[in-house]
Every structure is written in structure tokens, then in C-alpha cells.
């Protein structure tokens, strides 16, 4: 036994490598990413990939949970859409081994396009789903996951929130292992789907839900506490906020914690609601208890009240917080509780994330920006750091929906509108993932659109993940270095332009270039980001040159270029010596020079 | 003890609260941090709570009960002032860092003003020049580090021994000294202002 403070997603790994898991894959995501990269690092012997996207990891994962390995997938809650197909199916067919399907939420959301809730579609896959309250439990609960999954021969999902995923405890943790020997695939017409066989398993599945929800209701992290004639249900980390608002207010009350939202233990909660006068729920994202426990007093014919999402006593959206928890507890347990006066605070400056200094991506978007001035041009953006090229001074984001959307919301723009000039921007890791299909659909069509791939050579904004264009693995093997000029060529694409944009000159003449032959158009602006590579240069302004016109300032908005005494500065503990403002500036004030 | 770090994606937040943490579990006592993790980092606020003590479950620090907040930018320990509890102490860098939005909008953010409330809000106030000891350790990376040394000089329940020892365990070798030179730093301002 040891005590070590570790981050609930390196618990989670750590849990995952203690039960025996014999393959991993996942593709990054925030908050999920540091699971698979744990257990990159604590592997000992076991295979771990970052696959090219969530589908593909869904599926690799449950090949090797037919042959009896266990199998971990990761992905945020998002990632689960795109995973979905093969999950839906998989839920019908089953497993051999143990598999979880981690998918984190993201109440808030903090780094996420959706609110959507893994809970509310482990009921519509029809799979059961663990929902941990703290990192601790987590250590202990994915190991549970990997049981339940085996016992019922059913994928599971395991949904981890941002709180809990980037929150760090005291965990005692050990060198257990479980031993697992895989049975090996055995040919059975069990793994080939037809709709007899889907008849047949929903039939089952249906019957063997209600079973798992009997059996989830002695589940050790399902628990009933606490007296009274009022009761409070909870799960997640909204778990934790209710005993800390207990503690703050002094109060007392019935309280149900739930850790497996799918299939609802039932019989738990029966008793948890047997004499209750009234109930308050409190969870994030989707009103998940409190729909159970609506329906469960229908079902039993119980009268009280279920306060929640749905009556108006929680907020629909965002994130609960131990202050919300409290005014809600406060109000419903009738416990008065005086807040303290927020003192009034000087007026604060907006500091929301921007491209780093010396980001290409800037770069980029000012060539293609200057390319299409004053044209009719639409710059549709993707998911990753580029989204953030949407601020000021640059605004070169005009759409963002979901991973590779980009490439085709630009077709079905061109289309309705024939003489808009239409850009895609897609980063390295997004444009394997999901934008390769968008391109061949472009091509087969013959839909004219400039896709521009801003490469960096990493997955950036989930911190610098490998992928197919990268030519290394997660476990630090040589692989095959896919190119992404070659690829677009191979699918039809007959004019691709590959340019550096640091160099400004000729990344602006690429840009005009694609904007006037028509056609299936393609630019790669090919630039490591800056925390693969170390730079020691960094630029300088001659005062003596500078006139203060600001125009390197309001064109780029680099956090590195600040003024001082109405002149531009270098912020040179930011600056990278990409030289873009040295471009911009009239004067030729900014000279290139080394770090200090 | 609850402890709030607030600052600019960038500036060492997240490895100053596991430091913090670490400190916590070297006493046997157990430890919470919840840390500011994705599209923040680029630049934006950043927070990290760090709960040392039994009997706390919410990652997150109750606001009005963070018995210090370090700040390593001015705003941003402002922004965070609600968590302190009355008659809390701040430790905070002098040193401003504009955002690309004030500098656009032409607005005169400077730091002084927050300075200012700081010192008339909190309990106690330990003001940092951290650039300066940054820049005497060679690296503006170990501001956070200087930070630590000033809150351990004065309102934080380690010492620096305490943090020298977490860094050991948390820091690759070759970061040591550099980092060690600013938590002393640190300490040092704080005795000698």
C-alpha cells in the first residue's frame, strides 16, 4: 500500500491496469485524455493505442473483448457520437472479456461543444453505466465495471465528469494485478448481426436489465444514508457538493447516492423513498434520478413530491457548484443560511484563451485573411486550437460545429451560394480523424472549395497526442508516417500547395492561388507548433524606428507584442521569433534577435 | 486548509498546487486539487484549488472559505477574491500581464488598481516582485516557485523545507535548482519587505 495524490483520470488508469485490462485505445479529448496516457506509462506488457478516432477505438477495443482480453476505450462525451454506431450494435451482440467504455462528461461545459449526458444515452444503448463521485471511488469502482461487464457479457459504460477527471486525491493504491487468461476467439454465429439475432438479443436485453438493476441495488458505491422525513438523491461529484453543503449548513436529511445511474437500483431506491415526504435531486446535465424516481413513484404508487431539473428547483444547465447546492439545501431542508456579501470588485480585465505567440495557426489565418480582402469569402473552422482563431483581431472562424464538419458545412455553403469563395480549416490530427470522407465528398461531387490543413504536427489542444502523420505510436514505436499530401492526392485532389506561414509571402500568394483556379483546391500550411519545437530567438522592436502605429498590435493580437509608452514591446519570456509582426510592421522596426 | 492559486494559462499553476498538495501528504494529512485542464491553458484564467484536511469533500473550495489565495497575476487574484474567507491572506505577483482583448480596446489596465483593492480587502497582503526574481533566477518559469517561497515566509502552513521536500519528489532533477534559487528568493522578499 502506498499513498500517492493522483488525478482522477490517473486513478482511473491505475484501477483499470489493477483488474487486469489487457488493451487499451481511446482518441484524446478533454477530460479524458490523461486515462490511456497513464496508462501508456504504467503499462507493463499490456497493448495501448491512440486510434484515428472514436469508432475506430470502439471497435478495436471490442474485437479484443470478443476473444475474452479486457478492454478500456476512452473518449469524451462527444467522441460518444461518433462511437455510437458500433456501440448501439455492440450492445446487442455483447462481449467475452470485461469492457468499459469511458466516456467523460463535461458539465459546464468547460471544453466541450455539447452538454450531453452519457447517462441518458447508456439507457438508449441499453448499457449499463457507472458513475463515480470522487477519484478514490473511481480507483476502486472501474475495477467493479470490469466485473459487471464479464458477469452480464455486456460492454459498460463508465462516465467520469471534468471534476472528477481533473481533481487530485490521497489514494492508497497497490501492485495487484488480476490475472486474466483470454479464452482466445472461439467462431460462433453469436458475432455476426442479423435482425434474428437482434430480435432475440432485445428480447433478452430487456429482460436482463431489470436483473442487473435488482443486482446494482446491494451495489457497495449505490448507498442509503442519513434520516428524516426529507430526502436528497444524488450522483457523480454532485454527491460530494451535498455532503459538503450538509456540513456547511449543519444539516441533516435521507440521502441517496447513485454510482450506477443504468439500470436504476430500484429496490434501493424504493427504500430510500419508503416514508419520505419529499425528495430534491441534485445532478448535472440531464435530470437522469429525478426522471427515475418520477417514475418509480408512479410505478409503486407513492405520493410525495420530486423536486429537480424539471420542477425548477436546479438549474437546467451548467455545472452545480458547493454554493448552489447550498442556497438549494438551504431552501428545501428550510436550514437559513446567511451569505456573506460579495465584496465589490474593481473592473476586471476579459482574459479569455487566445493562440499562443507564435502559433502558425496565426500565421495561417492572416495569409488566407489577406489573401480574401475585400472578397466574398467563408472561413469555416474546425474543432481544436485553431477554433480559437474565431477572436479578434484575426475573426477567421465563421462556422464550428463538430469534428471535421468544417470540410462539408463549406460544401453545402458553396452550393447555396455559388460565388462565395469557401475555406475549410483542419488541423493534422482532426483531418485524419474525420475529414478525409469530407474531401472524397467534395471530390466525387465536384464542389469547388478551398480545404486548407493547418499542420502542426501534433494533436495540440489535448496536449501534444501522437498521431497517423506523426510517424510514432503511444507506446513510443516507430510507425508508418502517413502524408497528408500524398493521401489528398491519392482521393483526387489535383492541386495541392504545401507552404510555410511564417513564410507570409508566399502562404498569402498560396491562398490567392487556390482562391482563383476553381476546383477541388488544397493548401497545407506545414508549421510545428511551438511546444514541439524550442525556439531561442525571439523578436525586438528599435525604438528609435517604431512610430507606434500599433498596426502589428491590431492586426495579429500575438500576447507577445504589448506596448510600452505607446510603442510596441516584445514580451520576450512569450516571444518565439516567428517574425509574422516584423511582416506587418511599416517601419521595419521589429528586427529578428536571440533570447536574452 | 484551503488554498486557491489563480492565474494566466502559462505561468506554473498546476505543478505549484501538486507541490502544495504533496507538502499536505508528506504531513499524513490527505489532500484535494482540482486544476484548470484544456482550451483555458492557452493563455486564459486559470484556477487551482487545493483542500489539505479531513472531512472535505467537494474538489472545489467552498467560496469564502480559502484561508489564502496566491495570485500570480494581479486581476486574477482579484477575480478569485470571493473564495477568500474574511480576514484571509494574499500573496501575489506585482506583475501585470495584459490581455490581447485590453490591449485592442485600448482599456489602461495596469495592475495598480487591483494592488490597491488587495490591499484594502484582504487580511493580510505579501506583494511579489516575481519578474524580478524570476529574472534573478535566469527563468520567468519559476515564478510559481517564488510565489510558494513567499507564501511559505508567510501565511502558508509549510515551510520551505516542506516544499524543497515535495520538489523533490515532483520535479525532474535538472529543474531543482534553478526552482530552489526562487522559492529562497521568494521567502526572502517576504522577510525583508
Keep these: ?596 | 486548509m484551503n488554498i486557491l492559486l489563480a492565474g494566466v494559462g502559462g505561468q506554473g499553476t498546476v505543478l505549484a498546487s501538486r507541490l502544495l498538495a504533496q507538502c499536505g501528504l508528506d504531513k499524513g494529512l490527505r489532500a484535494h486539487t482540482a486544476e484548470t485542464i484544456g482550451m483555458a491553458q492557452r493563455g486564459g484564467s486559470v484556477v487551482s484549488h487545493v483542500r489539505i484536511g479531513e472531512d472535505m469533500f467537494s474538489p472545489l473550495i467552498p467560496k469564502g472559505t480559502a484561508d489564502i489565495i496566491i495570485g500570480f497575476e494581479p486581476a486574477e487574484a482579484v477575480r478569485c477574491f470571493d473564495y477568500l474567507k474574511p480576514g484571509g491572506a494574499v500573496v501575489v505577483s506585482s506583475r501585470p500581464i495584459r490581455p490581447t482583448t485590453a490591449i485592442l480596446s485600448g482599456s489602461a489596465y495596469d495592475g495598480g488598481a487591483m494592488l490597491d483593492f488587495l490591499k484594502s480587502s484582504a487580511g493580510r497582503l505579501v506583494v511579489v516582485d516575481g519578474e524580478r526574481l524570476a529574472e534573478e533566477t535566469g527563468s520567468m518559469r519559476s515564478l510559481n516557485l517564488a510565489l510558494l517561497g513567499a507564501a511559505a515566509g508567510s501565511a502558508l502552513g509549510f515551510t520551505t523545507d516542506d516544499i524543497a521536500g515535495a520538489m523533490a519528489k515532483l520535479m525532474a532533477p535538472r529543474h531543482i535548482e534553478a526552482n530552489m534559487t526562487a522559492l529562497r528568493l521568494g521567502f526572502e522578499s517576504v522577510k525583508n519587505s
Design chain 1, 1 to 596: 500500500m502506498a499513498q500517492s495524490l493522483l488525478m482522477g483520470n490517473q486513478a482511473i488508469a491505475l484501477g483499470a491496469l489493477r483488474a487486469g485490462v489487457g488493451l487499451c485505445s481511446g482518441y484524446p479529448g478533454t477530460p479524458s485524455t490523461e486515462v490511456l496516457e497513464t496508462i501508456s506509462k504504467n503499462r507493463r506488457g499490456i497493448y495501448v493505442e491512440w486510434s484515428v478516432n472514436e469508432k475506430a477505438a470502439l471497435e478495436v477495443a471490442a474485437g479484443a473483448a470478443y476473444t475474452g482480453t479486457r478492454t478500456l476505450v476512452t473518449m469524451k462525451q462527444v467522441g460518444l457520437n461518433v462511437a455510437s454506431d458500433p456501440l448501439m450494435s455492440l450492445g446487442y451482440i455483447g462481449v467475452k472479456g470485461g469492457m468499459v467504455v469511458l466516456v467523460a462528461d463535461d458539465p459546464g461545459p468547460i471544453s466541450s461543444q455539447t452538454e450531453q449526458d452519457t447517462r441518458t444515452f447508456a439507457r438508449y444503448a441499453k448499457i449499463p453505466c457507472f458513475d463515480p463521485s470522487s477519484p478514490e471511488e473511481a480507483y476502486e469502482m472501474i475495477g467493479d465495471a470490469f466485473d459487471y461487464s464479464e458477469k452480464y457479457a455486456t460492454p459498460v459504460l463508465f462516465r467520469p465528469t471534468t471534476r472528477l477527471c481533473h481533481a487530485c486525491a490521497s489514494i492508497d493504491t497497490d501492485d495487484f494485478v488480476k490475472q486474466i487468461s483470454p479464452e482466445g476467439f472461439k467462431k460462433d454465429p453469436k458475432w455476426v448481426i442479423f435482425p434474428r439475432l437482434s430480435y432475440a438479443a432485445h428480447l433478452n436485453i430487456e429482460k436482463r436489465n431489470p436483473q442487473i438493476g435488482e443486482d446494482f441495488s446491494t451495489y457497495r458505491f449505490n448507498t442509503r444514508t442519513g434520516a428524516g422525513k426529507k430526502g436528497v438523491a444524488a450522483g457523480g461529484v454532485s454527491h460530494a457538493y451535498v455532503k459538503e453543503a450538509l456540513k456547511i449548513l449543519g444539516g441533516d436529511c435521507r440521502l441517496l447516492k447513485v454510482g450506477t445511474p443504468f439500470p436504476f437500483p430500484e429496490t434501493l431506491a424504493y427504500e430510500f423513498l419508503d416514508g419520505l415526504e419529499e425528495v430534491l435531486v441534485i445532478e448535472e446535465l440531464d435530470p437522469v434520478i429525478e426522471r427515475e424516481l418520477v417514475y418509480l413513484c408512479g410505478k409503486k404508487g407513492i405520493r410525495l413530491t420530486v423536486k429537480g431539473k424539471l420542477t425548477g428547483h436546479v438549474q437546467a444547465a451548467g455545472e452545480n457548484t458547493v454554493e448552489s447546492v447550498v442556497r438549494q439545501l438551504s431552501e428545501f431542508l428550510n436550514i437559513p443560511y446567511e451569505k456573506t456579501a460579495a465584496a465589490s470588485l474593481p473592473q476586471l480585465p476579459v482574459r479569455p484563451p487566445v493562440l499562443c505567440a507564435g502559433c502558425p495557426h496565426r500565421a495561417s489565418f492572416y495569409a488566407v485573411k489577406q489573401a480574401m480582402k475585400g472578397k466574398k469569402a467563408l472561413f469555416s473552422g474546425d474543432i481544436g486550437c485553431y477554433t480559437l482563431g474565431n477572436a479578434q483581431p484575426l475573426d477567421m472562424v465563421d462556422t464550428c460545429l463538430c469534428m471535421g464538419a468544417g470540410i462539408t458545412l463549406a460544401q453545402g455553403i458553396r452550393r447555396a451560394e455559388p460565388d462565395t469563395a469557401c475555406f475549410a480549416f483542419v488541423g493534422d490530427s482532426t483531418f485524419f480523424a474525420s475529414g478525409i470522407t469530407g474531401i472524397v465528398n467534395a471530390v466525387y461531387n465536384n464542389t469547388d472549395m478551398i480545404l486548407v490543413v493547418l499542420d502542426n504536427s501534433t494533436t495540440a489542444m489535448t496536449g501534444h497526442q501522437p498521431h497517423p502523420g506523426t510517424g510514432r505510436t503511444l507506446m513510443g514505436d516507430a510507425a508508418g508516417k502517413l502524408s497528408i499530401p500524398d493521401i489528398l492526392k491519392a482521393i483526387g485532389v489535383k492541386n495541392v500547395q504545401i507552404a510555410d506561414p511564417l513564410d507570409l509571402t508566399a502562404a498569402i500568394a498560396a491562398a490567392k492561388k487556390a482562391a482563383d483556379d476553381g476546383g477541388v483546391q488544397a493548401i497545407i500550411y506545414k508549421s510545428p507548433c511551438i511546444y514541439v519545437t524550442e525556439s531561442e530567438k525571439t523578436a525586438d522592436v528599435e525604438p528609435d524606428q517604431c512610430i507606434g502605429c500599433q498596426r502589428c498590435i491590431q492586426e495579429l493580437g500575438c500576447p507577445a507584442l504589448v506596448t510600452e509608452g505607446g510603442k510596441a514591446a516584445i514580451d520576450k519570456s512569450l516571444c518565439t521569433g516567428c517574425l509574422i509582426c516584423a511582416h506587418i510592421c511599416p517601419t521595419g522596426a521589429i528586427k529578428g534577435g536571440r533570447r536574452s
